[in-house]
DNA sequence: GTCTATACCGGGATAGAC
DNA sequence: GTCTATCCCGGTATAGAC
């Protein structure tokens, strides 16, 4: 039935995006072959240009695979609020780091960005998306305390975001650098830092800049 | 005169290495191609040879040359002390970030490093090295405040590299995310929040929280 | 939609003259 | 050490049968 024709062709279709993720996150995307990746797929060379016009828009539709998947992920993890999400957000970022593929992936999903600028603008609007998020919850906690930051709930997102970046980038390298919790201890101790009253100036102009109840963003 | 030979060949040697960091920086290792590095350089396909034996070795080279250069910044900066170094560390990660190649490469040793495990201890190496430097600046500063941090020194210096990479990346790819002094004041704040106390089980003296839940380290 | 076969091109690396 | 010319392989993409 058509039916079995249409499933068995979503099947491959997957199967396809998956070897993709491999080949291109082993290799990267310059020196990733279409060849490797249908045969790693189990397919022929004819079949990937039957789902994908080129290379580059099966580079693209696996990317956007992963960044639906990525923004499901947040989305879940941080509906707790902020107490209940550091243990989750430990473990994604665990998961992250020790997965085969899923950083390298990031790397070559920021570089493509930069190097085409139709790509970087769907990356860009997927960091938003994530980071708009992030950005809720910041605000939920810092309403939860019933306190202020010295700092927007937008860049307390950014932060946060950036800092689970390069984490995961530096235990990927060097795991036994990033213990497993350094992520969720650090978002504990900034928000303690932030939430703080600025000490006073004692006797020189200080450098302090801290303005209760800043801008959103 | 034989010196003006070896410093010929010198400034090729230098000249390659730059016309390297902006190929492999635009197009990505896999895609770079050694003759447009020449093109780029100014000298033909076999000199590239005569100085480097392959393209990978060249990619090593430059590489190795982007790390020494990082690390004297690093140390130049951090003598002075925390305080003094935040803008400092402010206008470097600027610096990089708005740079026309210096994150791509960084992403791009970051990627080799993965898939060529020599490659990956010798930046491995680099970043503890870094990463020392950095761990001795925060040592230092908690020893001027006279306090102590609820995280090691070389876990912050573990936070705070990680953090800057991030902001980096996230930066070059939507820049107006990122404002100029994000890092600094989220280092300031972080150790601001390290250095609090934590507080006592049975009942803070001075702190209000009017939430049952306590914030752990 | 999947296969085999192939057109077509570009890249890494080398040879040998100067 | 630098050049030109070339070898040779592997890659993207397509054609056409089933």
Redesign the interface.
Known sequence: MSGSRAAAKARTHENLLDAAATVFA???????SVEEIARTAGVSVGSVYAHFTSKEKLFVALMERRSAREFATAQAELVGGF?AAVPALDRQLLAEADSAHLA?LG??A??H???SPAF?AE??AH??RV?DVVTAMVAQERE???TTL??SD??VG??A???????V??R???PE???DD?FG??L?????????PP?PPASPPA?D?AVPGSVDA
């Open positions: 082993e290799r990267g995307y310059g020196a990733a107490e390298e790397a070559e920021w570089l960005a930069l190097r970087g990356l860009a960091h938003r980071h939860r305390r019933g010295s700092m937008s860049e950014t932060v975001t950036a800092l689970a970046r390069g984490l980038q530096y990927r390298l060097s650098t990033v213990p350094l201890r650090t504990t101790a900034l928000l303690r830092g932030l939430e703080a000490p450098s800049r």
